[in-house]
């Protein structure tokens, strides 16, 4: 106890100290491995690769490049990439809200149960998930075996896997079980006498929805956004395992210049594209969040 | 008649969808049993050959205890390196609070593949440090972190502190106060904390993929194996088996919630 409080006596007494060293360890990580390993991403975005050494040049070559190179691909990439995720956004928001407001004010008892039970599958590695949804939608697939046992078709239908729309798919119904949470905290904590007061005002159901429990719960839409635009605007797993050469996505260009294509500087002048578009998407979010409410959703 | 329907409907949709997001973990399960070598329908018998044969492979049982290792670490080192920066965000006040809580947010504004290059090029080329569990776990907490600083942060912001005091007072030293009155009612927190961190840890595809030298994780063995399309059954086999681990997991983690 002795040798206890001869250390932390000064640290206690230095305000500075009792505030700055329990801080440190997470801050060192934070600056060491993401924001120094970011502005080394930007530096090499300006240099020059050959073979495996890195020349440094310092020029706009790569950026250009990312608009020229292969005749403007992976431009066109990112735009698909957007165009993707906005899709997931829209579509597993849509998919969970629903949920969310069942489990808020439909369900009385066991909330807690059916919530851990609704989140389960997100719990689950996403290779493991798309692998399992292979045996649904794919060519060998549950989905198939039923329609053939209709005698709705001989074969089996090809077109529900490796298409960009399978990746869509696939991310649409791998986020939305976690999205629920959020948006259910949200409307958890909407006062209900307000709806009995609109209610007896004569507002009908769809009016109550709309001019009620929709605005109420807007904190928690932004924050569901936040959770699946950010990870989904990066993807490139889902397109490798499902989405064949029509699901490609800006990610899958990432990827390759780093892990076959050996163009670094390349690739880190296309990932300081997405860089910006991400966090200017995170910041605006957030700023319309505030952290309590994040913080709440967890 | 309207309310009848909507409210009818809510309830179907509701167990179509718990229906639907289970369909492939259940299947996945199901057919780590069928005695084929093709992934997938027609249903031809029952057999434990593939279980067999993933039980014992060396390699595949090394990624699984490479991943358990990996999850341990990552969920302990983010658990305490969240609950010391929770415990000063929440208790005291001082300029630039809001800027250190939201660096520490910041690695969830990016996708992690950005994170995961930034750090692969970090540690290869100005490092010079090999690829191997360590630079995974240094990935994965990274990530977690911001997790578990949020959940100890909000557990800490709920706290009574006049049970401390109450402590203080009746001649309780700062060690006992402590040991005695705050880390109980923060352990649930710190539970929460871990068992995230150790999930983001075990189901992380993206970080791994980048940080991983030859020893690798459950999911990238399974990623490397459905990409080339090799060895499928045995890796049904392990899937069923991380399927059943987080089953395991989540129970107690309700049972222990529930408690509280």
């Not at chain 1, 892990?259 to 296309?270: E, I, Q």
């Amino acid at each position: 106890m002795s040798i206890f409080n001869r250390i932390l006596k000064p640290i206690r007494k230095s305000e500075k100290l009792s505030i700055g060293i329990p801080l440190s360890p997470a801050m060192f990580w934070i600056m060491f491995f993401f924001l120094i390993p970011l502005g080394i991403l930007v530096i090499y975005s300006f240099w020059d690769m050959v073979g495996t050494r890195l020349i440094p040049v310092w020029d706009f070559h790569n950026y250009v490049d990312v608009f020229t190179r292969a005749g403007g691909m992976y431009t066109g990439l990112l735009a698909k990439s957007l165009g993707m995720s906005a899709l997931v956004t829209v579509g597993s928001i849509a998919l969970a809200y629903p949920i969310a407001y069942f489990v808020s004010l439909r369900i009385e008892k066991y909330k807690y149960t059916w919530l851990i039970l609704l989140m389960g599958p997100y719990f689950v590695s996403w290779v493991i998930l798309v692998f399992g949804w292979r045996l649904v939608i794919g060519y060998s697939g549950l989905l198939n075996q039923v329609i053939m046992s209709l005698g709705l078709t001989s074969e089996p239908m090809s077109w529900m896997w490796n298409n960009w729309w399978t990746v869509v798919f696939l991310l649409i119904m791998g986020w939305a079980p976690w999205l629920v949470f959020p948006m259910f905290v949200s409307l958890e904590k909407i006062d209900k006498s307000l709806l009995e007061a609109a209610a007896d005002l004569g507002a009908n159901p769809i009016k109550r929805f709309l001019k009620i429990t929709l605005p109420l719960s807007s904190p928690g839409l932004l924050v569901a956004t936040f959770f699946v635009l950010i990870p989904v605007l990066g993807e490139f797993v889902t397109p490798v395992l499902a989405g064949g050469s029509q699901g490609v996505m800006y990610g899958n260009a990432i990827d390759a210049s780093f892990t076959s294509m050996m163009a670094w500087p390349f690739g880190s002048a296309l990932s300081i594209f997405l860089m910006i578009i991400s966090l200017t998407v995170a910041t605006m979010l957030i700023r319309m969040i505030s952290l309590e409410k994040l913080m709440e959703s967890l | 008649m309207l309310r009848y329907i909507t409210a009818k409907g809510l309830n179907f949709y509701f167990f179509l969808f718990i229906a639907v997001i289970y369909l492939p973990l259940i299947l996945l399960v199901v057919f780590s049993f069928n005695d084929s070598i093709l992934v997938g329908f027609p249903w031809r018998g029952f057999t434990l050959r593939w279980w067999e044969q993933f039980l014992q492979d060396p390699s595949a049982l090394s990624v699984v205890k490479n991943s358990f290792i990996v999850a341990s670490i990552t969920a302990v080192v983010s658990t305490a390196l969240g609950l010391l920066a929770a415990f000063v965000l929440v208790r005291r006040f001082f300029r630039g609070k809001n800027l250190i809580t939201y660096s520490i947010l910041l690695p969830w504004f990016l996708p992690a593949i950005v994170t995961g290059i930034g750090i692969l090029i970090f540690l290869r080329s100005v490092l010079g440090i090999e690829l191997s569990l360590f630079t995974i776990m240094i990935g994965h907490i990274l990530f977690s972190l911001p997790a578990c600083t949020l959940i100890l942060m909000a557990r800490l912001i709920g706290f009574d502190r006049s049970l401390e005091e109450a402590a203080r007072d009746l001649g309780a030293n700062e060690f006992t106060t402590f040991r005695r009155i705050t880390i109980p009612l923060v352990m649930p927190g710190i539970f929460v904390a871990l068992f995230i961190g150790f999930t983001i840890s075990l189901e992380d595809v993206v970080i791994a993929h980048f940080l991983a030298g030859a020893d690798v994780t459950i999911p990238i063995f399974v990623f490397g194996q459905l990409r080339r399309w090799s060895g499928l059954p045995m890796v049904m086999a392990i899937s069923a088996f991380m399927i059943m681990i987080m089953g395991v997991i989540l129970s107690i983690s309700w049972i222990l919630g529930k408690r509280t």
